[in-house]
């Protein structure tokens, strides 16, 4: 153990070792806790994943592999285990490794930290009791009046306290590091997106806590009522902006990755900071995208939370779309890349996980769940698409493709930077990102065009064979779920080679030594202090980067109106 | 400390890309202009969910829908013998959602004006019309009314889709549309 308890007001005795690849100085603490946080988070995404694998062959048509009661538990489980654990466990370590580890600092208080763990394993291990007893199949939404077991909802109270546990070890340690002056200036980049994340996490944190706390008294017979639109407008204050604390994290490590690998900088420091900001400003009160069909809410309230609040949000990530390619771009045309418009992308690292990994995340989150989020969240556009297939094909674009797959990109630095191992079987691993990003892209696309076709998500029967009457999708519906299935199949089979290579690197790598890490270092030159300081890359000409941006923005107008015009076809109604 | 100390620059004070700030203002214009399209289309566009809505007792719709299906019962279909109700163009039409089912059929006439009702007797559903692909949330206690204008002859489904339970997917309802006479 690293950390030494201490006495009285003095600050806590941390050990420390020098990292042999960046040079900063590692809190012994902060590592362990990074390790545990990263593997419990893996463990979910396994499990996860494998419910996710299950309900994809279940909506398959020609496989329809679950019966009913297990499918809708099995979703629910799915929704759980990825969306908040993986994901959330994930961005606990990111936290830790932005403050401490970037910061050169101590951690604040690792025996918080530890607490905070363990409320949240407990919570996670609670939720999922609950869910695989069969009583508390109400999918992850857990809209009322529909009721789980109280467990379930203890569960998720436990899981939401020990996060703002971590959240709160994490502003400790910018107080320390600014105290102690372990940096000098400004924060870095990445330690400022992770800081735009924890400012959302608290008034995530505390919606959920309004709504949760109530809906856990009411399922133990305490209060008797609680409304169901009010339950959703707190609710999704929860759910989207945690959607928001994603969105944070990921482009921080987007930067963290392009700085790591290529040593990129941002283009101007100001712009990419001023973009995190925008998340904290506007993306919580954007709730309302998920309220746009609902009864008894205005259309000024739905189009104010929509455009004012949504649109100065996504403002920030279109800012990011170009901030981050182009610091690419201009690293890679410093190194002397400089033919054409595209050799610095042709020329980039596509054999280095962490990086294709980074860049896939990059693009398909702008374009198949960016676009798609901003489409679906236009109020009259929502009647076509609300709670159709095209709503879990938006988001795995954003939190798989996207979130996902970022974290798995950065898992491949983390190995050996934290966990000190060698990352096994290269070859799988290297190929791990495509396979994965590929699947991913598929069902996201597939999922759309079955919504945009009609099919109804979290759905265990589109034949209707038990209904009393009688209706048919189109057979076009049918081949989208389909292909759903087969990228199904393909995106947990790039999941399982993420987990064999970290289990197996985690557990059975080579040890990095410090002999090793001199000999084969990790990063290029430049690389590490690219994370850890600040500072622009100035002026650069990036036709590259202007390229895409300007394919991505002519797609994102096309489809935008493409949808006004489906629109104007279907029933006048008003 | 560091080897690497963090470069010491003013940041906030560095000139600004200029494709950066040519972008920030294309994508700032792009908000503006998808807001304006969602106000535009109140005005404009024919597909607007309505805003009226009231708070109601389950009995009372209930009560409400079956004084409808008395009056303009035609014929029953299906294998639980659902009514089809057929009320006059312009008058107020009722359709309940409850587990699992959609109550009644309607037979509305094309290119005619209906004030269509909609609430849940019990939990959350998902009204949605196909192949129209018209999808609204109906919650129980609060009545939506809206104004809606069938078009093109046929049989449409109401397929339910927000999860309602383990009967969620056998729960499917039916618009017919007919020509006007
Ligand atoms: C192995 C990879 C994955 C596959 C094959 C997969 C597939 C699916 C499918 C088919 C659905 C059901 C759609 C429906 O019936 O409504 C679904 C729902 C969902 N997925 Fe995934 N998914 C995968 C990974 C993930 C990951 C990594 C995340 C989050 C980070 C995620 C988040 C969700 C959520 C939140 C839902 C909605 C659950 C609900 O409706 O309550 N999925 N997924
Ligand atoms: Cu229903
Ligand atoms: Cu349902």
């Known amino acids: ?574 | 400390m560091a080897i690497h100390p963090p470069e010491k620059r003013i940041w906030w004070n560095e000139p600004l890309e200029k494709s950066e700030v040519t972008w920030i203002t294309i994508a700032f214009i792009w908000g503006l202009v998808m807001f304006f399209t969602m106000v535009f289309w109140h005005f404009t566009g024919e597909q607007n969910l309505s805003n009226e809505a009231y708070r109601i007792h389950p009995e009372t719709f209930a009560e409400r829908t079956e004084a409808m299906v008395d009056q303009y019962t035609v014929r029953e279909e299906g294998e639980t013998g659902l009514p089809v109700v057929r009320p006059p163009p312009g008058s107020d039409v009722y359709m309940l959602a409850r587990l699992w089912e959609w109550w009644p059929i309607l037979e509305l006439e094309e290119g005619k004006d209906y004030r269509l009702h909609l609430s849940s007797m019990d939990w959350q559903h998902g009204f949605s019309l196909q192949p129209e692909n018209i999808n609204i949330q109906i919650h129980p206690g609060y009545e939506l009314v809206l104004t809606l204008t069938p078009e093109g002859v046929g049989e449409y489904g109401v397929v339910c889709n927000e999860y309602c339970g383990i009967g969620h997917h056998q729960m499917v309802g039916k618009i017919h549309v007919v020509a006007a006479e």
């Open chain 1, 1 to 574: 153990m690293a950390s030494i308890a201490h006495t009285g007001s003095l600050p806590r005795a941390a050990e420390f070792r020098t990292c042999p690849d960046t040079g900063l100085r590692v809190d012994l603490a902060a590592e362990k806790l990074i390790r545990w946080n990263a593997v419990v988070a893996v463990v979910f995404l396994a499990i996860g994943g494998l419910f996710g694998l299950l309900v994809a062959l279940t909506r398959w048509p020609a496989v329809h592999l679950l019966p009913a009661e297990w499918f809708y538990l099995a979703l629910t489980a799915h929704g759980a285990d990825v969306l908040l654990f993986w994901v959330i466990f994930f961005e606990i370590a990111i936290l830790y490794f932005a403050s401490a580890i970037l910061l050169n600092c101590r951690l604040a208080t690792p025996r918080m930290a530890w607490l905070g763990f363990w409320l949240m394993l407990a919570g996670a291990l609670l939720a999922n009791v609950a869910v695989l007893q069969g009583e508390s199949s109400v999918m992850f939404t857990s809209y009322v009046p529909m009721q789980a077991a109280p467990h379930f909802y203890l569960g998720l109270i436990l899981f939401a306290v020990g996060a703002l546990v971590a959240v709160a070890v994490f502003f400790g340690t910018l107080v320390i590091a600014k105290d102690e002056g372990t940096y000098e200036g400004s924060v870095p980049l990445v330690t400022f997106g992770a800081i735009a994340a924890a400012v959302i996490a608290v008034f995530t944190i505390t919606s959920g806590a309004i709504i949760l706390i109530p809906t856990f008294l009411w399922s133990i017979g305490l209060i008797s009522h609680i409304d169901p639109v009010m339950y959703k407008v707190v609710w999704w204050g929860m759910g989207h902006s945690s959607q928001q604390i994603n969105v944070s994290a990921h482009v921080a490590v987007w930067y963290a990755i392009a700085a790591m690998v290529l040593g990129a900088k941002p283009l101007s420091e100001k712009v990419s900071r001023f973009a995190f900001l925008m998340y904290i400003l506007f993306l919580q009160i954007a709730a309302a995208h998920h309220l746009l069909v609902e009864p008894g809410i205005s259309s000024e309230w739905k189009i104010f939370n929509t455009s004012y609040a949504l649109y100065l949000a996504v403002l920030g990530s279109l800012i990011h779309g170009l901030s981050v390619p182009g610091a690419i771009e201009a690293a890679q045309r410093r190194r002397g890349y400089t033919k054409g418009v595209f050799e610095w992308l042709r020329k980039a690292p596509w054999g280095n996980p962490a990086f294709s990994g980074m860049f896939l995340s990059l693009v398909m989150f702008g374009f198949l769940g960016g676009i798609s989020g901003v489409v679906l969240g236009s109020e009259q556009i929502n009647l076509l698409m609300h709670n159709t297939m095209y709503v879990p094909g938006h988001f795995h674009g954003t939190v798989v493709a996207g979130t996902t797959l970022a974290f798995m990109a950065i898992t491949y630095l983390v190995v050996p930077l934290i966990f000190r191992r060698e990352i096994m079987f290269k070859k799988l691993a290297q190929w791990q990102p495509y396979v994965f990003g590929l699947g991913v892209g598929g069902i996201s696309l597939f999922m759309m065009g079955a919504g945009t076709l009609g099919v109804s998500r979290r759905h265990w029967d589109i034949t209707f064979s038990d209904a009393p009457v009688a209706f048919d999708y189109p057979g076009t519906a049918f081949l989208m779920m389909g292909l759903n299935g087969v990228f199904g199949v393909l995106s947990a089979l790039g999941g399982l080679m993420y987990i064999v290579v970290v289990v197996g690197s985690v557990f059975f790598g080579e040890r990095r030594t410090e002999e090793k890490a001199k000999a084969e270092p990790l990063l290029p030159q430049g690389g590490a202090a690219a994370v850890a300081s600040y500072g622009s890359e100035g002026t650069l000409k990036l036709p590259g980067t202007i390229t895409l941006v300007a394919i991505f923005f002519v797609a994102f107008v096309l489809y935008y109106f493409v949808n006004w015009k489906f629109l104007s076809e279907v029933w006048p109604l008003s």
